[in-house]
């Protein structure tokens, strides 16, 4: 069973790859190599991680990363997800050989997307967003995990407490502990929603004691920018750190709102 899906893995993740771009119809395989080149030899960018301003930073950059900016609710249910997966528990029909490619081609999609952030000359930069397409698979084991820990709990309650129509009861009550976290944390970022770091490092306030970059590309200095429109004195001169995000401060319209 593992290896037809890993054939058809093969096969349609690049042929999906090339077929949803129009830029690689033509010239195909320089442009891919291109595309490659681009992102493993990109010119260093400099990023403040673990107390340090790095231009590369160290190999475990996108690993702590997607430690400590994923919920820990969605982090614990993945590793639960991914010990089903290996273990020997029933996973309704599919058989153990469905189970293991499942696992197999799981963690090779987590790999292969973020190995090549873990390389040392590869820029590491701008939090999650360079291994972005981690986060799915994380999903899909958490996904996993959060349906065997609600069976655990439905057949331990039913043992107990004669209720009807216990499991949609329970899946609820699942859904809303899960997600309940996640939901607090978008409502108290917003609309800031780069700054946010979990529990296990002690969120914002933690990050900022730990040396890990507040936010990234300028994502406060739109409300700067109208803080500073409404409140500077006529004709005050405003100096814009750090260098190079004076453009940015003028493209969320200041100069029109202030000419002066």
């Not at 999906?16 to 010119?43: A, E, I, K, N, V």
């Not at 050989?97 to 873990?118: F, K, S």
């Not at 996640?182 to 306030?205: C, D, E, K, R, W």
């Not at 200095?221 to 750190?241: F, I, M, N, P, T």
Request: aromatic share 16%.
């Amino acid at each position: 069973r593992f290896w037809p899906l890993a054939a058809c893995f093969a096969v349609l993740g690049p042929l999906s790859f090339w077929g949803t771009w129009p830029w690689l119809w033509h010239d195909t395989l320089p442009r891919f190599m291109g595309y490659f080149r681009f992102h493993l030899q990109h010119y260093p960018v400099s990023v403040m991680y673990l107390g340090r301003n790095w231009d590369y930073a160290p190999w475990h950059y996108p690993l702590v990363m997607t430690l400590v900016t994923t919920p820990p609710a969605v982090l614990v249910l993945a590793a639960v997800g991914m010990g089903r997966l290996w273990g020997r528990e029933q996973l309704g029909a599919a058989p153990e050989t469905a189970r293991r490619a499942a696992l197999v081609l799981g963690a090779w999609a987590l790999l292969v997307n973020i190995l090549p952030n873990c390389l040392p000359e590869t820029p590491k930069y701008g939090g999650v967003r360079l291994f972005l397409p981690v986060f799915p698979y994380v999903a899909l084991f958490a996904a996993v995990g959060f349906q065997g820990l609600q069976e655990r709990v439905r057949r331990w309650a039913e043992a107990r407490m004669p209720v009807d129509d216990l499991r949609p009861k329970l899946a609820a009550l699942g859904v809303f502990l899960a997600l309940v976290g996640p939901l607090m944390a978008v409502s108290q970022f917003t609309p800031y929603h780069l700054s946010y770091y979990n529990a296990f490092i002690g969120g914002l306030p933690g990050a900022v004691r730990a040396g890990m970059e507040p936010t990234y590309w300028g994502d406060t200095y739109r409300a700067a920018a109208v803080w500073l429109a409404e409140r500077a004195g006529k004709g005050e001169c405003v100096w814009v750190d750090p260098v190079g995000f004076e453009s940015t401060v003028r493209l969320f319209e200041i100069m029109p709102l202030r000419p002066d």
